[in-house]
């Protein structure tokens, strides 16, 4: 089963206006953290935003911000104000407590294109 | 500040040929490093990490295989490449005291 999914392959938002990509988690594990990576067409992955699962309060880091749902298992990532440069692959991560490597698992990522 | 360098940025390899990628972290010590493999349009897979010099746990059979020198440097091989160990490599760390893994530039390795 897909510990990480991103359903939407690929998305528009116009310039300067609010976009939303959805990532769903399975985990038993309690103790678990999540991430947000961007993936510029240079291909290096730039770390955006982390959530822990013991987290009280959502993440936010400038214009992001992860909208942590722990009981629908989703943690999804908002981008307010789009700007042109945020056009990249995002890709959802988790990285679960009862492993000791802290290896991370990605889902298929999601496409985002800005419009001007 | 912390810098994770990844050499060489492009690579093309005949089938059959060995490989070397090379990674270094730079404003740290002792990091978590971790190589991972990213085919065309998808999401990473985790290859190898380690936890300190001589430390490799292998999280995939296949024929690549890493080493871990120096503190810094974490090197991928192989002896005899395949079709399908074409991909985008990707170097990461972490620090012990944190969760997130930060990532190098990568490589694009294409195998002919």
């Known amino acids: 089963a897909q510990k990480i999914t991103q359903t939407q392959p690929g998305m528009f938002v116009q310039e300067k206006e609010a976009v939303t990509l959805d990532c769903t988690y399975d985990t038993s594990d309690p103790s678990y953290g999540l991430f947000w990576y961007k993936q510029p067409s240079s291909g290096e992955m730039i770390f955006l935003i982390y959530q822990g699962s013991y987290d009280q309060q959502n993440a936010t880091e400038g214009r992001y911000s992860l909208n942590f749902q722990k009981a629908r298992k989703s943690a999804n990532l908002v981008i307010s104000a789009s700007q042109l440069g945020d056009s990249a692959m995002y890709f959802c991560?988790?990285?679960?407590?009862?492993?000791?490597?802290?290896?991370?698992?990605f889902g298929s990522g999601t496409r985002l294109l800005v419009r001007p | 500040s912390q810098t994770i360098h990844q050499w060489p940025a492009t690579l093309v390899q005949p089938v059959g040929s060995p490989l070397s990628l090379e990674c270094t972290v730079e404003?740290?010590?002792?990091?978590?490093l971790y190589w991972y493999r990213q085919a065309a349009g998808r999401g990473l897979q985790l290859l190898f990490y380690?936890?300190?010099?001589?430390?490799i746990s292998s999280e995939v059979p296949q024929n690549l295989s890493a080493s871990r020198p120096q503190d810094r440097q974490f090197i991928l091989s192989s002896k005899k490449l395949l079709l399908s160990d074409s991909g985008f490599y990707l170097c990461?760390?972490?620090?012990?005291?944190?969760?997130?893994?930060?990532f190098g530039p990568g490589t694009r390795l294409t195998v002919l």
């Open positions: 404003g740290t010590s002792n990091p978590n």
């Open positions: 990461a760390w972490r620090a012990s005291s944190t969760d997130t893994q930060y």
């Open positions: 380690s936890v300190g010099i001589g430390q």
């Open positions: 991560a988790m990285r679960e407590g009862r492993d000791s490597s802290y290896k991370l698992i």
